[in-house]
C-alpha cells in the first residue's frame, strides 16, 4: 500500500524539484549574464592596478583597516604584507591579535579601542590616507542593537574619526542589495550607511557590494556555513552570481586603492568585484573580442 503511494508521488516530487532546478537555473544565470555597464574601465582599473603599484609605493601613502581581526581584514593584512604598498598600515580593533612577523613587516601597527568610547582615541585615527573599513557582525551573533551599534554607530564614527584626521580615500565593505528603504535590517542597516558615509564627502569613497563571501571562516556560523555548502556548486558553474571568493574581495580593495578616478563616489557590486580582482576572465575575453 506504502509503496503504491510512493509510486504515485515520486513522479509528481520529480517534477517539482525539476521546476525549482530550472526556476534557479534561470535566476541565477540572470545575474551570470547581466552585462557589466562599464567593464572596460573596471578592467583598466584592475589592469592599472598592477602596473600602478610602483608608482603608489613611491608615493609613502598610509592606510588603515578596520575589522583586521575578521576574515577579509586578515586577507587584506596578508596581501599588503606581501605588496608592501603603504608606508605604514594601522590596524584598529577591540583586540590585538598575534601577526606572523615572518609575513607582516615593521609598517604594521595595531592599536587596541574600546568602541564605546571612541573619542578617547581620536588620535589612532590621524594621518591615514586610505582607510579599509571591513567592520561588522551579524543579528544573530550581537542581537539587532548589537547588530545596529556596530555595523551602524561605530562604522560611521570611525569614519568620522578618520576624516577629520586626514583620511582621503575611504573604502567601506557593504553588502550586495545594499538599500536604505529595505525592509531588511541588514541590507537597510549597510544602505543607510552608504547613504552617511556620502554625505560626508571624502575625497573619493569607495563602496564594495559583495554577495555572499567564500571563505573557510575560523568561526563556527552553522547558517553561513549551510549558504556556503550549498552555494559551492552554484559558484562553479556560475561564479560571479551570487558569491565572491574573499581573496578577490581583498585585492580589488588593494586595486582600488591604487587605481585614479576622477570620482568622488564609487559603488561595486559583486560581479564589478570579480572583476576588479583582476582575477575574473571577463577582462581577457574582451581583450580578445577586441583583437579579434
Ligand atoms: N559574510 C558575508 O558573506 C558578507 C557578505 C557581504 C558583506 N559582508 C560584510 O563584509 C564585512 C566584513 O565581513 P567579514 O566576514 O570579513 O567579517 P568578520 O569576519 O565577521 O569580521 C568582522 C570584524 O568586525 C569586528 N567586530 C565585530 N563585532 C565587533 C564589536 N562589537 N566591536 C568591535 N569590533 C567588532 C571583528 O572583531 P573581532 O575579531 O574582535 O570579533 C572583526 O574584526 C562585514 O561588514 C560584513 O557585513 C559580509
Avoid at 582599473?45 to 583597516?65: C, L, P, S, W, Y
Avoid at 573599513?133 to 555595523?151: I, M, N, P, Q
Wanted: with cysteine; aromatic share 8%.
Amino acid at each position: 500500500m506504502l509503496w503504491f503511494k510512493c509510486d504515485e508521488i515520486i513522479p509528481g516530487v520529480a517534477i517539482a524539484v525539476g521546476f525549482i532546478a530550472i526556476c534557479l537555473g534561470g535566476f541565477f544565470l540572470s545575474y551570470e549574464y547581466d552585462p557589466i555597464v562599464n567593464v572596460e574601465i573596471l578592467c583598466s582599473m584592475a589592469e592599472e592596478g598592477e602596473n600602478q603599484r610602483d608608482i603608489f609605493r613611491q608615493a609613502g601613502k598610509t592606510a588603515v583597516i578596520l575589522g583586521h581581526t575578521g576574515e577579509t581584514g586578515r586577507v587584506l593584512v596578508k596581501l599588503l604584507a606581501q605588496e608592501k604598498l603603504f608606508k605604514k598600515v594601522t590596524l584598529i580593533g577591540r583586540r590585538e591579535i598575534p601577526l606572523d612577523k615572518e609575513v607582516v613587516g615593521p609598517e604594521f601597527e595595531q592599536k587596541v579601542v574600546d568602541f564605546e568610547k571612541l573619542d578617547d582615541y581620536e588620535e589612532d585615527f590621524k594621518g591615514h590616507d586610505v582607510g579599509f573599513w571591513c567592520l561588522g557582525t551579524t543579528k544573530a551573533k550581537s542581537g539587532e542593537e548589537g547588530f545596529k551599534r556596530v555595523d551602524y554607530d561605530y562604522v560611521l564614527k570611525t569614519a568620522e574619526l578618520a576624516k577629520s584626521g586626514g583620511m582621503k580615500h575611504l573604502q567601506f565593505m557593504s553588502t550586495h542589495s545594499a538599500d536604505h528603504t529595505s525592509s531588511l535590517l541588514y541590507t537597510r542597516t549597510k544602505g543607510q550607511v552608504e547613504e552617511a558615509l556620502k554625505v560626508m564627502h571624502f575625497e573619493r569613497l569607495s563602496i564594495l557590494r559583495p554577495a555572499v563571501l567564500m571563505v573557510d571562516r575560523q568561526e563556527s556560523r552553522k547558517m553561513e556555513a549551510f549558504a556556503r555548502f550549498v552555494l559551492t556548486p552554484v559558484s562553479k558553474l556560475f561564479p560571479t552570481a551570487i558569491t565572491v571568493p574573499i581573496e578577490y574581495v581583498a585585492t580589488a580593495m588593494i586595486n582600488i586603492a591604487v587605481s585614479t578616478t576622477d570620482k568622488n563616489c564609487e559603488t561595486f557590486e559583486n560581479k564589478e568585484i570579480h572583476v576588479l580582482s583582476g582575477k575574473s576572465p571577463i577582462c581577457q575575453k574582451k581583450e580578445k573580442t577586441k583583437t579579434k
